[in-house]
């Protein structure tokens, strides 16, 4: 079993995350055109097994330097590999500052173990954005997407800082 890492999302990439991510329940949906271009600024990390498409997570731009991490998924089929550990590290590979909202709190537990996130609030989150954080969950995708998420549990926040 070969895994591989990449930022190199091809358009047929983009088409299939496009779609999935708009079947699943547990990610917010992203424009086809916010993705594209994502894809282009080398955003979209995406990670294979044996040449499947077997995961992929967004690093959307808040500010200079400052990235949410958002739309991390590994495909159920892909899950018992070490996968979403590769697409992880290499999510946060960069020095940038990178700040999460989950509701998942092994995930909160893995990042703050393994990659040096500290927990944070909602405060701190629209301060270190500017503000964006909150507005890019303005339309009527990302509300729907939020109303959902916080019926099955509390959204919680982790940041890296910048290195």
Do not use: Q
Not at 82 to 93: G, P, Q
Not at 95 to 110: G, H, I, Q, R, S
Not at 128 to 140: A, E, H, M, N, V
Request: aromatic share 8%; with cysteine; hydrophobic share 40%.
């Amino acid at each position: 079993m070969v895994v591989t890492v990449s930022t190199n999302a091809s358009s047929g990439d983009v088409a299939t995350i496009s779609e999935e991510s708009a079947s699943v329940s547990e990610l917010t949906p992203r424009s086809r055109e916010s993705l594209e271009r994502l894809a282009r600024d080398g955003n979209i990390v995406i990670v294979r097994v044996d040449d499947e498409l077997a995961g992929w997570g967004v690093r959307e731009p808040l500010g200079r330097g400052v990235f949410e991490l958002g739309m991390t998924y590994v495909r159920p089929t892909f899950r018992a590999t070490d996968a979403f550990r590769r697409l992880a590290a290499e999510m946060v590979s960069a020095t940038d500052e990178y700040l999460v909202a989950t509701y998942k709190p092994e995930l909160v537990d893995f990042l703050v173990r393994e990659h040096g996130f500290r927990r944070s609030g909602l405060v701190e989150f629209v301060w270190r954005s500017r503000g964006s954080f909150i507005t890019k969950r303005l339309d009527r995708a990302s509300c729907t997407a939020v109303r959902d998420h916080a019926s099955t549990g509390r959204a919680l926040y982790v940041i890296r800082d910048a290195r």
